[in-house]
Each structure stands twice: as structure tokens, then as C-alpha cells.
């Protein structure tokens, strides 16, 4: 076996004759932290993105016919979304796989736990943060559908939302708007929008199936880890009241040991006096 103790530690003396001990520094925690604060930023990056895929959704919903950029735009923040979430569900995964490794390896019990406390936290942030897309994607579907039931009324044309529905699952909203006769430029351009509106619902569907696996995957993982990070929040929090308490203590401390140390001082003082009275008394009887 290699003796690694050269590689450990290696020693040189300077002109006065002193030795310096040069240890090998562990990079294991460092590169840790550095991939956790990769996959924090990650995680931040899709906030921003979800905030602008909001806006977007906004302004396609309130205009009959939004600008073909303002779609590709969106269609590009949803690319991004998945994108960057695959990548940091691969980290995660990673790190997960490596704790068995961790476990039967010389790693302590303080790095263990705080590389799985990180990786627990971090996976709640990532859920928390899809979680918001995903319920931006449901509510643009649904008022993307409100939409669209508003323009067949235009029509003329009135459906239920089971109808709706129906022509939404269909993929081809033909069903409803072949026997409606577009002789009017009110009319056509409710049939244009409602064709609009509904490649917008199939293309954000699509989405929305893309992302559920790695979305499920994830959150069953949060939602076993959840009581884990519940006990360590609740652990941290009473060791902050543990500390707040301690200090009031050591304040109550200080200030009794105050008190008692002048009162010892005042009893000094007064037996000293005693005794130079009693030492004045007994030399006049003596003389």
C-alpha cells in the first residue's frame, strides 16, 4: 500500500532552522457547498422564469391575437424551465445516490448530516418553485378555456364545460365550429381566436406532461423527507430558544453574583470595624 503520509504532510526548513507542516486541505465539503449554491441559483433562475412566463401569459390573455414573439418568447421561457429543471433534478439525484457511498465510507456523522439537511432543503425549494409553474400553466388553461367558451358564444355557438372539454381532449376544435358560418368579420375572428386559443391549451398541455413524472418523482421525495426537516427546523428553533434563555440566565447570574460580592465586601468592612473597635477597647483596660 501507498504511504500517503509524504502527500498528507511535507516539511521544509527555512535559514533560521524552522520547520512549517504543510496538510493536504479535504475539498470534499467545498465542492459540496459550491454544488449546492450551483443548483441555489438554478432553482432561482426558474422563479425568474415563472414571474415572466406569468406576464406573458397576461398579455397573451388580454389581447384577441397576441404578437407571434410574444408566444415564441413564452414557448422559449418553458424550454428554459424544463430545461434547467431537468439539470438540477440530475444533481439532486446525485447527491442522493452518493449518501450510501457517504455511509460506508470514512465521512463523519456531521458531514453526512448536513449534506442530507442541504439536499432536503433544496428539493423542498425546487417543489415549491415547479409547484408555482405548474399552477400558472393550470390557470392560464383555465382562463385560456374561459376564452374560448366566450368566443363561441359569439358564435352563437353555446358549450358546457364538459363539451369543452371534450373538444380540448379531442385536439380538434372543428367539432364545434364546423357548422358555424363565418359571413361576418366578428365571427371570423372569434373562429381565429378560438383556433388560437386552443393551440396555446394543446401546446402547454404537452408541457405540463413533460414535467408531471420529474414533478411527482420529486415531490413524493419532499413529502418523505418533509418530517426530517420539520425536526430540524423545530431543533433550531429551540436551540435559539435554549440560547436566548441561557443568556437570560448568565444576565441573572451576573447580577446576583454582583449583589453578593458587595455584600461580602460590607460585611468585610463592618468586622473590620468591629475589630478595631474591640482592639481600641481591650488596649485602654489593658493601660
Known amino acids: 500500500m501507498r504511504d500517503r503520509l509524504p502527500d498528507l504532510t511535507a516539511c521544509r526548513k527555512n535559514d533560521d532552522g524552522d520547520t512549517t507542516v504543510v496538510v493536504e486541505k479535504d475539498h470534499f465539503m467545498d ?43 413564452l414557448e422559449d421561457l418553458n424550454k428554459e424551465i424544463k430545461k434547467t429543471a431537468n439539470k438540477i433534478r440530475t444533481k439532486l439525484k446525485s447527491i442522493e445516490q452518493s449518501f450510501d457511498q457517504d455511509e460506508s465510507g470514512n465521512r463523519t456523522s456531521v458531514d453526512l448530516r448536513i449534506r442530507r439537511t442541504q439536499h432536503s432543503v433544496l428539493s423542498r425549494k425546487f417543489v415549491e418553485v415547479m409547484t ?52 361576418s368579420q366578428i365571427t371570423r375572428q372569434a373562429l381565429n381566436e378560438i383556433e388560437s386559443r386552443h393551440k396555446d391549451i394543446m401546446k402547454l398541455e404537452t408541457s405540463i406532461r413533460e414535467l408531471h413524472e420529474m414533478f411527482m418523482d420529486m415531490a413524493m421525495f419532499v413529502e418523505t423527507q418533509g418530517e426530517m426537516i420539520n425536526n430540524i427546523e423545530k431543533n433550531v428553533m429551540n436551540a435559539a430558544d ?37 482592639g481600641i477597647i481591650l488596649a485602654t483596660t489593658l493601660s
Do not use: W
Open 31 to 73: 465542492d459540496f457547498f459550491h454544488q449546492v449554491e450551483e443548483i441555489r441559483n438554478s432553482i432561482a433562475k426558474i422563479a425568474q422564469y415563472v414571474e415572466e412566463v406569468k406576464k406573458n401569459h397576461s398579455i397573451i390573455l388580454s389581447a384577441p391575437n397576441p404578437e407571434g414573439k410574444i408566444k415564441e418568447e
Open 132 to 183: 408555482e409553474y405548474n399552477e400558472a400553466q393550470t390557470l392560464f388553461r383555465e382562463r385560456s378555456k374561459g376564452r374560448i367558451q366566450r368566443q363561441l358564444e359569439i358564435t352563437g355557438k353555446t358549450t358546457t364545460d364538459d363539451e369543452l372539454e371534450e373538444m380540448l381532449e379531442s385536439g380538434n376544435p372543428s367539432i364545434f365550429t364546423s357548422d358555424i358560418i363565418s359571413d
Open 242 to 278: 435554549y440560547v436566548e434563555h441561557a443568556k437570560e440566565e448568565t444576565k441573572k447570574a451576573i447580577k446576583y453574583h454582583s449583589k453578593a460580592r458587595r455584600k461580602m465586601m460590607f460585611i468585610i468592612i463592618c468586622v473590620i470595624i468591629l475589630l478595631v473597635i474591640l
